[in-house]
């Protein structure tokens, strides 16, 4: 039992290891990059508000910038905090793209959570940076930590692709 024990541990730690090495960073080397002070800035080509629901509909050719992330979609609604301007989430119901430096990912829908500084990409959900990527039916991404959470429906799998560093 004890073997089998340190044989999972050790290969958790190369699988860590293999992770981290195909992704090019640590989490500390990046931590900080996302500054959610930065202002939001959103262009589409309209869009509804409604004061009372706290909600502001942004419909056709939607993009959100803040600092060095960008989230493009068809359409984006802004859920806003009760005590005014601060987004609470945005959510993509469709077709949505997100690009930070050279990470991208891309999914059916999104739902960006302001507080925890996340996107959760649905539905044939990808990201890639690099030539290394990662596949499943839902992805967590992490804006201030290089980290990634894939998950998949029972009955599929999740898929990922690392390409070593080094001479070729």
Do not use: C
């Amino acid at each position: 039992m004890a073997i089998l024990a340190r044989s999972s541990l050790l290969l958790m730690g190369l699988w860590l290891a293999l992770f981290q090495t195909a992704w090019g960073a640590t989490p500390s080397k990046l931590a900080g990059k996302h500054d959610s002070k930065q202002p939001i800035q959103v262009t589409s080509n309209s869009l509804q508000a409604d004061g009372a629901a706290n909600k502001v509909r942004f419909i056709g050719n939607v993009e959100v910038r803040q600092g060095n992330v960008s989230i493009s979609a068809p359409e984006m609604v802004l859920f806003l905090r009760d005590e005014g301007r601060d987004i609470e989430r945005i959510e993509a119901p469709a077709g949505v793209r997100l690009v930070q430096e050279d990470r991208m990912a891309s999914g059916k829908k999104g739902v960006y959570f302001a507080r925890e500084e996340k996107i959760v990409l649905s539905g044939d959900a990808h990201v890639q940076r690099g030539e290394d990527s990662l596949d499943g039916d839902e992805i967590t991404v992490f804006l201030n930590s290089n980290r990634s959470v894939v998950t998949s429906r029972k009955g599929s799998r999740v898929k990922a692709v690392f390409h070593p560093k080094g001479e070729r």
